[in-house]
């Protein structure tokens, strides 16, 4: 579509892309967005240029901070006016970018888009939209995945309404069935803010509700919206990666062991590249901030040029399916 | 240890087993029962005899009624008092058994140990331990696994030490480090009771605190304890079993691809069933349920002979330890 001089001027911005955000800035970074860059996709670096170095033939825009990965979000934010981070957020406000991506201090990302975009209009807290992958389909959203440790249960639909209007706009699921965690699929499971979550969505909040799920549904989920707190969102995600990690790190191990193991690696392995390619989180585009006036990709702070390149095409496509326009309309419904 | 009358009274108490409880009873939980007492362990089935059939040449205490797998658990345990749940709680209750084990529905099981045991005193609410695979090693514990949805930072600190006694009593380790799960190691990440109880815990409560972890920090798990609330808890434990069964099903799916990738399987199963084994929760000895007032282990719904087997050699080896002493003490250094 970034071919398209017809689909209008969004399609002409930029995605701002964060130059140094993450574990491997700018070298994996700014390689990553030349990737996305070859492909059609306009993008440009926001970074201090004798830290950046070669841009790789891409624009910059140049600041002279930079946030770092442990740095408190907030005051980091509030005193770094001049960061990458914020600049980028100010393109995205001031129409000079279509989207910013970034993979760097996610506490601090979501600070700068909450504070630079602003919230949109009817939504109480923005949360975190992170792809659960299913082999051979479209994955699943969860929502939150670690914006907010604490939610009302308020809160808990509105991210379900977001949950399901993302799900929509980005896999193309026309009518995403959306799901709440909980510890059993009886109604009366869970915490008080769970159970009230459940009567709200039951009792018709706009979305395709199909009732509790429990940790051992996903993956593969069900349900194309899986709804939790942020903490839980966090934890869980974390444990999904964590198990998958040391599963692949298992099998390794397994397939070194002797001259048999390792001719049968070579049997298995062209069959389970592409199954660990579909769970690898590099491939899957980055988490999205959902509820704030701009798109904003939050990539793993362990981001590779691969990542980068998957999060900037993800943005841009999301900005040129009026993301932003379709979650407003999903919580201006409340 | 069965075999040695000068261990004292309680060696010679039986392990009283819920016949009824699991989606297989009562035919693999008397297989179970069975294959212990084979061993050497006391065992006294508690169930309907007629329901029962064959009992496998064990003694019977009989009841007259069986609470169901999804029946809501206070009421089942209030109504159904000559239920084999009820039945088998007081048999520890009035000291003609050493211990309980139940693969029945998880609440009944609970509620019946804590309304007919009672709590420790000192005790504010019981909870439940779970093993954690640590390949090659002794599995960690996470504690809260379900029991209390909501929990206070006074709750989790007891949960602490009631899960480091259960570390040193069950797997032998002599000062049990102890780890919260949060969404970040640093102590101003999670929710404000997680928050507290990590000030807590730091402070000094008698447990050796090592931080918080996060979730891809559980397998395998760097901290013999870990701690959260059991909403988190239970969520995230099925979240790993979920992973876990994806990913032996995903294997499974490959391996029968064609002739080489069956030769493959060939070759590495004899290296992945010994791992698979260490990760079945069916090896593990079941759950158990910390701060009532005698030992009750919770087997798996879906436990086998096998699960049951290990959970009744478990529930002895830790009634014998003095596991309820030692929890008291843990606690009553509050």
Redesign the interface.
Known sequence: MADAPAAGPAATLPVAVDAMGGDKAPGEIVAGARQAADEGIEVVLVGPPELIGDPAGLPVVACTEVVEMHE?AGQAVRRKKDSSLVRAAELVRDGKASAMVSAGNTGATMASALLRMGRLRGVTRPCIATPLPR?GREPAVLVDA?AN??CTSAMLVQFAKMGAAYASARYGIPDPSVAL???GEEPS????V?KETHAALAGGAGVRFVGNV???????SPADVVV?D???G??????????????VE?LFA??G?DA??I???E??LP??VP?AAELDPENTGGAMLLGVDGVCVISHGSSSATAMHNAVRVAHELAEAGLVARLAEAVGGT
Chains 1, 2 share one sequence.
């Open positions: 408190d082999l670690g440790a604490e965690l909980s510890i499971k869970g915490t008080p769970v429990e940790g051992r549904d996903l993956l593969p939790t942020g903490f839980t966090n934890v869980t995600l974390k444990a999904l990666e964590g198990s998958l990690r040391f599963i298992t397994v397939f062991t048999s193991t001719a049968a690696s049997a298995l069959h389970l199954i």
